[in-house]
């Protein structure tokens, strides 16, 4: 890989993708509707409307940025990542844009949605039969084609300008400015990375608040037994069903010194959720939303009993018609043994009394 990679194609480049961010508009911040006698409002930042449609596209775009300025990204480059989900999906759009060519490593299970939206934006997969081999295939593909391994798991943490230049944390405080309690009692984000966790937990650090970060973990992952051992070599070696999240070992992005609660939450209550959600806003949401409502309910929950005053907002990480023919289609649920119906129950009890009831 030649070093030195000509500047004008840099300059270029950069041009095009900040022309990218140039052209799209802010996210938008959604009222979930809750009773205002309980004194405690929630807020869904909808990432969902992001052009490759999801939270993605803006790790995608400082991932490339950053690949651009330390000189790694030149005009013959070949771009690879390991990822199965909303990563290379967006990956593959900055990558048509700069004209490079795109190989995403996958496992063979990738659901044929996933595998069409790559393809869709030029991206090319290549297939691994265990999820755990995407990294070092990753690798070997990137150094056999001479090529550039975007490592959004390693990278996501460092990419990410954690101070604003309009990262995600910073656009949810501007856009709570005018409301009853501006400045978040919590968010509630999921891991993957960990980059968002990271992200939102410096940034409230930075600016010297008072919002808690609570991060969200499906069942399988790594993350939590982590967090609450402090062993990150922690390692269930298990994939998780809530696509986006949850991991089988903890990644070198997570970032558990800026978390303050973290939550393990079955499948069915992430599954249920979006469900509630579709029925209560009509935004229709993927799997790792829901797992963030269940800790924004919990928290809330909490809050009313302690007769806490406060706002709490969490992300709606990616649009649910990619899963149209999975988390809501109740034979898939059937097929999984994935009940939803107590947890429908719980919430929409929830959603009347303000309280939760505990885990059984
Ligand atoms: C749908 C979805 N939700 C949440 C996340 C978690 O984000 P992060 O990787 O920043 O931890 C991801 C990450 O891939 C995702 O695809």
Excluded at 40 to 69: C, I
Excluded at 71 to 93: C, M
Aim: hydrophobic letters at 40%; a negative charge.
């Amino acid at each position: 890989m030649s070093l030195l990679h000509s500047r004008s194609w840099v300059r270029e480049a950069v041009r095009i993708i900040e022309a990218d961010a140039n052209r799209s508009a802010d996210t938008h911040l959604h009222v979930f509707p809750l009773p205002a006698e309980w004194g405690v409002d929630l807020y869904l930042k909808d990432e969902s409307v992001h052009p490759t449609g999801s939270l993605k596209h803006r790790l995608a775009r400082s991932l490339f940025l950053y690949g651009l300025v330390n000189g790694q990204i030149g005009p013959d480059t070949v771009l690879v990542e390991a990822s199965s989900g909303s990563t290379a999906v967006s990956e593959a759009y900055f990558a048509r844009m700069l004209g490079l060519r795109f190989i995403t490593v996958v496992p063979r299970s990738t659901s044929p949605e996933k595998i069409a939206l790559i393809e869709f934006y030029g991206g090319e997969c290549h297939y691994v039969d265990r999820a755990p081999d995407m990294y070092p295939e990753a690798e070997r593909l990137a150094s056999e084609c001479n090529g550039h391994y975007l490592d959004q798991f390693t990278y996501a943490e460092r990419a990410t300008d954690w101070r604003g230049n309009n990262n995600i944390a910073e656009s949810v405080y501007a856009q709570m400015q005018s409301e009853r309690h501006p400045v978040p009692a919590w968010i509630v984000v999921g891991a993957g990375t960990g980059g968002t966790s990271a992200t939102f937990g410096r940034y409230v650090r930075y600016k010297r608040n008072t919002t808690k970060i609570a991060v969200v973990d499906p069942e399988n992952s790594s993350f939590f037994g982590a967090w609450q051992t402090g062993a990150l070599d922690y390692s269930t070696g298990m994939p998780s069903r809530i696509e986006g999240i949850g991991r089988p070992r903890v990644e070198p992005s997570f970032v558990p010194g800026v978390i303050d609660e973290m939550f393990q939450v079955p499948d069915a209550a992430s599954l249920a959720a979006i469900r509630v959600l579709r029925e209560r806003t009509g935004h229709w949401a993927g799997g790792s939303t829901g797992t963030n409502l269940f800790g924004a309910f919990t928290l809330i929950s909490r809050m009313v009993s302690e007769g806490q005053a406060g706002s709490v907002v969490t992300l709606l990480c990616d649009g649910g018609e990619r899963y149209a023919n999975t988390y809501y289609d109740d034979a898939w649920l059937a097929q999984k043994n994935i009940d939803i119906a107590p947890y429908l129950e719980k919430y929409r009890e929830f959603l009347v009394s303000g309280k939760l009831a505990p885990e059984a």
